[in-house]
């Protein structure tokens, strides 16, 4: 294992910056190409997660396609090696000039989230004199129960079309006569670990391909978007991509000639992420310390943005364990990475690795308090 367990393999780095370990993204790649080849499901690797080009060209090269949710991400997935007839292109807002791009490369898909962007789609093809591929954003009403802030597939979310709005479109569609209906789209939040949310997912996928068969409509294509979690408490774990794809070809009711697509962002890159920072202060040792490092919430938004959980370790090891407030240098109170935390003594100097921060923690990065980007390190550049 390559591993992040020694600190001498980061002399004379300067902190922080991320770690990419290229060997657990691999294996991970492996995977994840070995277990959705077995049902011939295609994978669209959601660029949001980690938008990283040395990430990104490592994952085109296993053939996956490229979730999108911005005209730059899918210029950057295109400069990357994902071919156009693999990327989707997603999102609430999608801007004219975004729309005709995506067009003018002739992606595989458009999700549309609404009716009046349905409206702009089928003009902007109309004035190209082309059929603009499409699928609508379904909103299932399934309760992913996770974050509120991660959760997108439930009435009130701002994310797809709710099913009460369907017949409406269904009907407007038959006017638009510069979109092809190719698919449908579902995508109920992030973080998921609990299967049954999925199991729901299939279920309410049945019901609504259904209804459109019912309307003679025949999508070619069923999207499940993407969510699957990784286990923050144990940072080497790779997902169960096995029991997940398991469960789509169980429980969901595929029609002959339907290809089925999945848009998996954070089991793809999570894992395989650590910020690495040092240790500047150790302060209020009366009470329980406060370690004050060179990483701060423009470098890893998570824990204060959704209250995230991060494994912390330290790279210098010692034999007295003690608890400790891991914060940043941020002028804000949530810009602290976990509350009593236990770790080896630590003291000035001392490196810790931010664990499981592959994915919307580079992407992520700000510049408040005008502070430098984080660098970037590649396991397979290190010297052994
Ligand atoms: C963010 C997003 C994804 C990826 O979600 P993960 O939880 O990272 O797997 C997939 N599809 C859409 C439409 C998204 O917005």
Redesign the pocket.
């Known amino acids: 294992m390559t591993g992040i367990n020694r600190a001498n393999q980061f002399e004379g780095i300067s902190t922080p910056f991320y770690f990419y370990d290229m060997e657990l993204l691999t294996r991970t790649l492996d995977i994840l190409r070995e277990e959705s080849d077995r049902y011939g499901y295609r994978v669209?690797y959601?660029v949001?997660?980690n938008a990283n080009t040395r990430l990104l060209k490592l994952i085109s090269s296993y053939g996956f396609g490229a979730?999108c949710?911005s005209g730059n991400e899918i210029s950057r997935a295109v400069e990357c090696g994902f071919t156009p007839d693999t990327i989707?292109y997603?999102?609430v807002g999608k801007r004219d000039d975004e729309i005709n791009k995506a067009l003018s490369l002739n992606i595989f898909s458009l999700?549309a989230e609404s009716l009046p962007e349905l409206e702009v789609i089928n003009e902007l093809a109309a004035a190209r004199g082309i059929t603009a591929p499409v699928a609508l954003?379904i909103n299932p009403n399934v309760d992913a129960r996770t974050h509120q802030y991660?959760t997108?597939g439930i009435e009130d979310s701002k994310?797809g079309i709710n099913i009460s709005e369907l017949d409406r479109i269904v009907e407007s569609l038959k006017g638009m006569n510069n979109i092809l209906l190719k698919g449908i789209?579902f995508?109920i939040?992030?973080?998921?670990r609990r299967m049954s949310a999925f199991r729901r997912l299939c279920i309410r996928v049945n019901e609504i391909q259904s209804w459109f068969n019912s309307r003679g409509i025949f999508p070619g294509h069923l999207?499940l978007?993407?969510?699957?979690?990784i286990n923050y408490q144990q940072p080497d774990e790779i997902p169960d991509f096995k029991q997940y794809f398991e469960l789509f070809n169980r429980f969901l009711e595929v029609r002959s000639g339907q290809t089925l697509h999945f848009?998996?962002?954070?089991?793809?890159v999570?894992q395989s992420g650590s910020l690495i920072t040092r240790v500047l202060y150790v302060k209020n040792e009366s009470a329980t310390p406060f370690a004050v490092v060179d990483a701060g919430m423009t470098d890893l938004i998570r824990p204060a943005l959704y209250q995230a959980f991060h494994k912390i370790e330290t790279l210098s090891p010692s034999d007295i364990s003690k608890k400790y407030h891991v914060v940043g240098p941020v002028c804000e109170t949530a810009d602290t990475f976990g509350k009593s935390v236990d770790l080896p003594q630590i003291k000035r100097g001392d490196m810790l690795a931010i664990r499981s921060a592959g994915?919307?923690g580079e992407v992520m990065v700000s510049s408040y308090n005008l502070r430098d980007k984080p660098g970037t390190i590649f396991s397979d550049d290190l010297r052994d």
């Open positions: 669209h959601a949001k997660a979730d949710v989707l997603a999102g999700n954003r991660i997108t994310f789209h995508h939040g992030s973080q998921i999207n978007g993407g969510g699957l979690g848009e998996p962002g954070r089991s793809v999570g994915a919307y």
